[in-house]
């Protein structure tokens, strides 16, 4: 039986200094609005300020600067587009070869950048050929370790440096938050986030919120073992499409997290129109579910100091304006 090793405070911390100097602290977003509308306070944490447009890249320096500690010069992973992203940019800061496997339907603008970054991409049918399988065949032919982009012990403490930036706000500024909102596919996010805050704030309430058909945590959690999901559908929110959740991830999020939430497409694409005619920030489908929990009702926030994780940016200008339009139809 595998044993698996949690992480802890401690192994967040150490990366933290790791990835620091390669990284952007990213802002801390109020909304008076949004505040108003709920008669709550909203922190919004914006890692569409992050290198490469998103959180990946923490997770991604994690796990690389220790392989580069250890002389490994070539990486591969598999990605929809902001971990292949954060692997090509960190392979690219590092000085390693990195070889992405990525779904052919994948934005091309996330194609694009990680080709930009130096990486070799190689392309996949989503949902018909296995991108796990294809990559371990390449990483074996190359030598290369495969950097997978969840269920790694130091992606997840790379990850948890945003819940570290965090809790060093609300710390500074004396505030006890309540509930935490995290975007969620694998869990690599909230898992590290929840590391961080259950361990300066224990009484937080800590949600992982998916797109509604791929809502592997949220029935995971309610089952209290990984479920995979029987019957897949498509959803704008590419960047959070599994089937199931992380081997090492869920473990830490079902003892961290209160419940999972799922918004639909609809409701995202509404979320993304607030955000960007309240704040002025353009973020993608992926990253506005926290905000679409709250603006859907989902989770009742009256009298709560939430934290709301805005996780990413990559979205092309043409789909952007697509998704507001359909926010309004």
């Given at each position: 039986m595998k044993i698996l090793v949690m992480v802890n405070i401690t192994k967040l911390q150490n990366s933290y200094?790791?990835?620091?100097?390669?990284?952007?602290?990213?802002?801390?977003?109020?909304?008076?609005?949004?505040?108003?509308?709920?008669?709550?306070s909203f922190y919004l944490k914006n890692e569409v300020e992050q290198v490469t447009g998103s959180f990946k890249i923490r997770g991604a320096l994690s796990a690389l600067s220790k392989l580069k500690e250890n002389n490994i010069n070539g990486v591969v992973a598999y990605s929809s587009g902001n971990h292949a992203q954060?692997?090509?940019?960190?392979?690219?800061?590092?000085?390693?070869?990195?070889?992405?496997?990525?779904?052919?339907?994948?934005?091309?603008?996330?194609?694009?950048?990680?080709l930009a970054n130096g990486a070799e991409v190689v392309l996949y049918k989503r949902h018909i050929e296995s991108r796990e399988e294809i990559a371990l065949k390449i990483a074996d032919e190359?030598?290369?370790?495969?950097?997978?982009p969840f269920d790694n012990e130091d992606i997840i403490a790379g990850q948890g440096s945003f819940g570290l930036e965090a809790c060093e706000y609300f710390i500074q500024n004396d505030i006890t938050p309540n509930i935490v909102l995290s975007c969620t596919s694998g869990g690599g996010l909230v898992a590290g986030t929840s590391i961080a805050f259950k361990h300066y704030f224990p009484d937080v309430e800590i949600y992982p919120v998916e797109p509604a058909t791929c809502n592997d945590t949220e029935i995971s959690l309610k089952n209290?073992?990984?479920?995979?999901?029987?019957?897949?559908?498509?959803?704008?929110?590419?960047?959070?499409?599994?089937?199931?959740p992380g081997e090492i991830t869920f473990p830490i999020n079902l003892k961290n997290c209160t419940a999972g939430i799922a918004v639909t497409d609809q409701e995202v694409c509404f979320a993304m129109k607030y955000l960007y005619d309240?704040?002025?920030v353009k973020a993608e489908p992926s990253g506005c579910v926290s905000l679409a929990a709250i603006l859907s009702g989902k989770i009742v926030c009256e009298?709560?100091?939430?934290?709301?994780?805005?996780?990413?940016?990559?979205?092309?200008?043409k789909d952007f304006s697509k998704y507001l339009k359909l926010a309004k139809d």
């Open positions: 200094l790791r990835i620091k100097d390669y990284i952007n602290k990213t802002s801390i977003l109020i909304s008076e609005k949004l505040n108003q509308d709920f008669n709550a954060g692997v090509s940019k960190a392979a690219q800061i590092f000085d390693m070869h990195a070889i992405i496997v990525m779904p052919e339907d994948a934005p091309q603008n996330k194609i694009d950048k990680t190359k030598q290369y370790p495969l950097v997978k209290k073992t990984r479920t995979r999901l029987k019957n897949h559908q498509k959803t704008i929110c590419d960047a959070l499409e599994v089937e199931i309240n704040l002025n009298g709560k100091k939430v934290l709301v994780t805005i996780s990413g940016g990559n979205v092309d200008d």
